[in-house]
């Protein structure tokens, strides 16, 4: 059997039967095994960080990871900045890499790169298959590494040759170790903490299942602590009917504001929270003075588990606080980022997955869905942009029967717009509202605030914030891509927009037209 | 002085006037430099691969390197491909890469990773500038290494508060080191061995100026030896009334038919020709057994200095055989590759620069653009595709009164259309002609060449090499993006679209439809 045969059929056999794909003539073996092995799907993408991005969303829905093919160093290159936030949500996932065959190597042909040296930079574990004997083996090494640490990249370089040789054999599963159970002495510790006056239990990671946030709810409601939200969670249940938890907010001194008379800070599934840049002036540790820092579970420990465990101990038979039911329609009118919201509130079909690509306008949006029908929170956990629309695509893949509903920022979609083709291709129920207010928005606000200068609306700075000059035209670049597309103006239209798209199959973009902020 | 403004004016007193970007928040203060220093000219690109591969054209056409700015180590991966293919052409290139403010790395923020070992990848010289009193002098020596081993990628990583600190100071420009001087005893070695029977001069990097390849004619008129370019040439003066030579072949079996009967390969600017891909059973090194392989000039020498005084030395005063003038219309009728080449051929402005990401067309384009009017040709040097438009753009700015066309495969496109919006809203003139074959045509010859199958057109497996399905509509995407298009089935529809994209400025594209091969 040839290694690539032994490898895809490994990989199905280890639950691994989704691959998202951009490939080049050194991938040809492992493309042809897609006929052989009819249970791996193959899903294409025009661009290596489509691929990423989606096999990093597949896998926060589905909870097991999905392969990426990639081509060579370039292409690795291109899936980077998706891997990168794959990373920082400690995501399992199997990135492929095709390398030149091992004799090909010694001339360095224009392609050859240090593959090896780029992947450790997003990736726990890094091989490159040496034989065609061990080739169905080490990918099950790799599958096994993408459940280490509590989720992480696992990179397998596979040459050509090892790739087309004959000599290879199915290699059965490894175990793949789950995250640390709770540690009882840190769920005491915990319990004191929460129980003080003054306590905040911030939420992150693999906190916010289902559980976790109604675990999380019951001991808020039994100690008075107060619940946060990191900023960008990897995968959260949320919505009307779960418990109402305000999200930790993304400028720094915001978030010191919500921080403010926290005197300890129990972490479950989240990092010590941070500035997401540095500003002049301003601390990079959000973290109150004198406040204690308890940890609960860091993102490699069950910390759903660990939260029910405090549960038990704290909150006895208390009832959580959940969100009502009810996001208002918007008045009708001009649309605004609010009026864009509250719409998107307002007709998300229960149990809807939202990405959150929203930038600006992600803190309305935050607010807006509170009180929408339950759903799934996807966000842009490392904060590499151009993630959104990938992300819409792995979730629809791993989740058929889930409408996904992306709220897409403007410049971030500009990123990665190939995404819009594979949804149409696979035909994916994703309904993606972009926002176009023709500017790198967030960078407008960030100039002021990094205390850069105040004219970031005109002159030769502000030319580099501005997207206008030309706007563009979303509704042709969609069409052109393949999804059917609508322009709004009105909130009425958005309304309309957007309920005729959920009720049809298959993707749909609407371009709702906003002021620019400031 | 805030350590950005002395960087940005530091770079222009040194020849660096152009800025290829794509700003986050921790360049901001490089981004409002450009208020202050107006020599700088900033171009704003939508996704950073187009910076790079702009940034890379440029300094082919212009003979001085550009800068770029890219946010972190998202925005470095997101251009690597670009910057892989400036590493292999022997780019002069400087790029910037902001980064976390010094004090912020410690909390490992979202956005941190490891921008040095990505960068090492593509770059011979990576230094991270830890003071504003040294930052401009860190630019300077940031531009000189540029030029540094006959030209290179030097990364400047600039850390957010160096760029926003008082008390930095402007920097004088370093010298820049030029090429070595050609070798005396190697161009004697030269001059035996193009002497003998059965000698090709292999041309490639610096060698293919006007005068490397008028001095390559006059060799070859005086002694018989054979010329070829080598296939992805950085910058190649070519065309009617210059030196005529032919392209050595893409694929390995044609590259090796070329080179039978070749005793002795001089190299001038090229490297010693290895196959592109290692293929089951075919050799990756081109040079036929037992021929001899005598290195006239390297690409870090001045290889056209090299050519001018072998010639000097063998060739007296014979003249090149020159390429006739004359590219005959292709009849009327459905459009074909052939016809399609010979359209691009026929309505060639003088003193073009053509940019080829042509792939399964190129070799047919090569034979048609050997007749036609003089001009420039800008090939994929290192192989990782998706860099024809951004060089479109790249060269554009560089020579703003010579009309670029770029003959761009639909496949490669898609990885960088974003290059579009930066040709309109810059108002470049450039004529895109956009090859429309909805598939990945290369990878179904690669699939049938390394004998991974024959059912690339169909199944699971042929799914992934399709682009139909559905067909992107460049038409609609270039509209979107802000550029004039339409859409051709015909010989006659696209030489009269040409025609008319030409006689207009600025960009406009057409989307030639041709039939997939094979």
């Known amino acids: 059997m040839r290694g690539a045969e032994a490898l895809v059929g490994s990989l199905t056999a ?12 050194s991938e040809m073996h492992f493309v042809q095994a897609l006929d052989a092995v009819p249970e791996m799907r193959g899903v294409l993408a025009l661009f290596e960080g489509v691929a990423t991005g989606a096999a990093d969303a597949y896998a926060r829905i589905a909870g097991k990871p999905a392969a990426v093919l990639l081509h060579l160093g370039p292409g690795l290159g291109n899936g ?8 920082r949500a400690g995501t399992p996932l199997l990135c492929v890499v095709g390398g030149h065959a091992t004799d090909h190597v010694r001339f360095d042909a224009p392609l050859e790169s240090d593959i090896t040296a780029v992947a450790r930079t997003v990736s726990g574990w890094v091989h490159t298959s040496g034989d065609v004997r061990d080739v169905a083996a080490d990918a099950m090494r790799a ?17 050509a040759d090892v790739s087309w040789s004959e000599g290879a054999s199915p290699a059965p599963p490894l175990p ?15 319990a004191d903490a929460v129980r003080a006056p003054g306590a905040t239990l911030l939420l992150g990671g693999p906190a916010l299942s289902a559980a976790g946030v109604d675990a999380a709810g019951r001991i808020a409601a039994a100690t008075g602590a107060r619940l946060l939200v990191e ?10 009917g779960r418990t109402r938890i305000d999200k930790l907010a993304y400028f720094a001194e915001q978030a010191i504001e919500q921080l403010d008379g926290t005197s300890s800070l129990v972490l479950a599934g989240a990092r010590s929270p941070v500035s997401f840049f540095g500003y002049p002036g301003v601390p990079g540790d959000l973290v109150p003075e004198g406040a204690a820092v308890v940890g609960l579970a860091d993102p490699a420990t069950d910390a759903t588990a660990a939260l029910e465990a405090l549960a038990d101990v704290v909150a006895g038979d208390a009832a959580p606080a959940l969100a009502p039911h009810g996001a208002p329609e918007p008045a009708p009118g001009a649309l605004d980022v609010r009026g864009l919201c509250a719409a998107v509130a307002a007709t998300l079909p229960q149990d809807a997955i939202v990405v959150d690509e929203a930038l600006t306008a992600a803190a309305s949006l935050a607010v807006s869905l509170q009180t929408a029908p339950r759903h799934t929170q996807i966000a842009l956990t490392g904060g590499a942009i151009g993630m959104g629309l990938p992300a819409a695509v792995g979730a629809a893949v791993a989740a058929p029967d889930r409408p996904v509903v992306a709220v897409q920022a403007d410049g971030s979609a500009l990123y990665t717009a190939q995404a819009l083709w594979t949804m149409a291709r696979e035909r994916l129920d994703v309904t993606v509202v972009l926002i176009n207010n023709a500017a790198y928005s967030i960078l407008r606000v960030e100039l002021a605030r990094t205390g850069a200068g105040e004219a970031a609306h005109s002159g030769r700075a502000g030319r580099m914030l501005d997207l206008s000059d030309p706007t563009p035209d979303f509704t042709a670049l969609a069409t052109g891509l393949g999804v059917p597309a609508e322009r709004v103006t009105t909130t009425e239209g958005l309304l309309d927009a957007l309920r005729r798209a959920q009720a049809e199959p298959g993707p749909h973009l609407v371009e709702a037209i906003v002021p620019a902020l400031g």
């Open 80 to 87: 980077l900045a998706n891997l990168h936030n794959a990373r």
């Open 231 to 240: 900023t960008f969670p990897r995968c959260w249940e949320t919505g009307a």
């Open 176 to 190: 793949v170790a789950g995250p640390f159970p709770p540690d009882p002495s840190r769920v005491a510790a915990a």
């Open 14 to 25: 280890a639950g691994v039967d989704v691959c998202f794909m951009n490939p080049g003539t």
């Open 143 to 159: 599958v096994a590494a993408t459940g280490e640490r509590g989720g992480q990249v696992a990179t397998l370089v596979l040459p």
